[in-house]
T-cell receptor, first 115, second 111 residues
Framework: DAGVIQSPRHEVTEMGQEVTLRCKPI?????LFWYRQTMMRGLELLIY????????DSGMPEDRFSAKMPNASFSTLKIQPSEPRDSAVYFC?????????????FGSGTQLSVL | GNSVTQMEGPVTLSEEAFLTINCTYT??????LFWYVQYPGEGLQLLLK?????DKGSNKGFEATYRKETTSFHLEKGSVQVSDSAVYFC??????????FGAGTRLFVKA
């Protein structure tokens, strides 16, 4: 199993540009989560999907952020337009939730720098 | 609302020292509790978990006991190694599919 795969690993862009982060969850996992990690705010849940449907997007900071999951093996997080305060590490995680299995599997993250 | 509070870091120890990282939580219902570890440049990975009161989670020499009376889940290891240097996150889940993480505690272990 390849684990959760995120791309790119690093992204440097200029303010105002569109940024798209990509995630491939573990096959068979029906939950997908996007987290943002910063020094100031720690690890924040942005949005999560169940069976490709967005369930809770209350953590998305503002309308500049959007996320999609067109199929069970792919999700994107888009920021348009990007701002310097969006600089952070963005993690994708997937899981299968059952009575005893609440473990999250994280990707290696995308380090985003907005200049 | 649900929340997790863990001790601020960084924590700096010498190799073979005893480690404790404190974690307390606030939650409605009966949460599952977790410790995740993040090594440099990597995503978080589950270290151990406990799903009910008095359960002890353990892995790789690390242990934590779910204490409902004190709402705590402190992480301990009897003898740390340089390779344990990482950031440790305490977390809870109430079964609503949201995992709430603490701020993380960075551990440095010196040879």
């Amino acid at each position: 199993d390849a684990g959760v795969i995120q791309s790119p690993r690093h992204e440097v862009t200029e303010m105002g540009q569109e940024v798209t982060l990509r995630c491939k969850p573990i096959s068979g996992h029906d939950y997908l989560f996007w987290y943002r990690q910063t020094m100031m705010r720690g690890l924040e849940l942005l949005i999560y999907f169940n069976n490709n449907v967005p369930i809770d997007d209350s953590g998305m900071p503002e309308d500049r952020f959007s996320a999609k999951m067109p199929n069970a093996s792919f999700s994107t997080l888009k920021i348009q337009p990007s701002e310097p305060r969006d600089s952070a590490v963005y993690f994708c995680a997937s899981s299968v939730f059952g009575r005893t299995n609440e473990k999250l599997f994280f990707g290696s993250g995308t380090q985003l720098s907005v200049l | 609302g649900n929340s997790v509070t863990q001790m601020e870091g960084p924590v700096t120890l010498s190799e073979e020292a005893f480690l404790t990282i404190n974690c307390t939580y606030t939650a409605t219902g009966y949460p599952s509790l977790f410790w995740y570890v993040q090594y440099p440049g990597e995503g978080l990975q589950l270290l151990l978990k406990a799903t009910k009161a008095d359960d002890k989670g353990s892995n790789k020499g690390f242990e934590a006991t779910y204490r409902k009376e004190t709402t705590s889940f402190h992480l301990e290891k009897g003898s740390v190694q340089v390779s344990d240097s990482a950031v440790y996150f305490c977390a809870l889940s109430t079964g609503g599919f949201k995992t709430i993480f603490g701020a993380g505690t960075r551990l440095f272990v010196k040879a």
